[in-house]
Antibody, heavy 122, light 105 residues
Framework: QVQLQESGPGLVKPSQTLSLTCTVS??????????WSWIRQPAGKGLEWIGR???????NYNPSLESRLTISVDTSKNQFSLKLSSVTAADTAVYYC??????????????WGQGTLVTVSS | YELTQPPSVSVSPGQTASITCSGD??????VCWYQQKPGQSPVVVIY???KRPSGIPERFSGSNSGNTATLTISGTQAMDEADYYCQAWDSSTVVFGGGTKLTVL
């Protein structure tokens, strides 16, 4: 059973960089053809896809966040990471990592982390 | 690309609930549906328009044609009360609908 766990600071100051890591357990990230995604959800609002990476390092980003966003992968640690720069209060949200099963135009998030709340505040 | 869902849908226990998701030529894309209960991570209930993951009850079904995808819950139970999100893949990005709150009353 694949499990994902987000980790990182719960509080980030405005204009600084938000950094989160997702640790995958229950299997190697390199097994199978999967992408690994970040998704966020402000309190009381809907889901917003942030971006994704595969184990070769190929990425796709949400165009609205791309200029501030870096997603990386470390297969030796079975982890992938998110860096979002120049944060504002609008970036306050629960951040989820998820496994992205992608094939022929179909993307399905079949495993999710429990989510971690990141608050942007001075 | 945008996916539009009704903010809320109400259904009586045992009746059929239908939640729609609209987008331009959505029928040409694959749609997933996620269920999210308060304080929990989303769970996929339908993928690739109409497929059910193992462990998802048969009362959940999906369809997609034209500009509209539909999640149907037959014999709705109180435990089905949750937020539901549709999702599709377009132009190398993932798009989510705004979500629909299903109330069972």
């Amino acid at each position: 059973q694949v499990q994902l766990q987000e980790s990182g600071p719960g509080l980030v100051k405005p204009s600084q960089t938000l950094s989160l890591t997702c640790t995958v357990s229950g299997g190697s990230m390199s097994s199978g053809s999967y992408y690994w995604s970040w998704i966020r959800q402000p309190a009381g609002k809907g889901l917003e896809w942030i971006g994704r990476i595969d184990t070769s390092g190929s990425t796709n980003y949400n165009p609205s966040l791309e200029s501030r966003l870096t997603i990386s992968v470390d297969t030796s640690k079975n982890q992938f990471s998110l860096k979002l720069s120049s944060v504002t209060a609008a970036d306050t949200a629960v951040y989820y990592c998820a496994r992205d099963r992608h094939s022929e135009g179909a993307t399905t998030f079949d495993y999710w982390g429990q989510g971690t709340l990141v608050t942007v505040s001075s | 690309y945008e996916l539009t869902q009704p903010p809320s849908v109400s259904v009586s226990p045992g009746q059929t609930a239908s939640i729609t998701c609209s987008g331009d030529k959505l029928g040409d894309k694959y749609v997933c549906w996620y269920q999210q209960k308060p304080g929990q991570s989303p769970v996929v209930v339908i993928y690739e328009d109409r497929k059910r993951p193992s462990g998802i009850p048969e009362r959940f079904s999906g369809s997609n044609s034209g500009n509209t995808a539909t999640l149907t819950i037959s014999g709705t139970q109180a435990m089905d009360e949750a937020d539901y999100y549709c999702q599709a893949w377009d132009s190398s990005t993932v798009v989510f609908g705004g979500g629909t709150k299903l109330t069972v009353l």
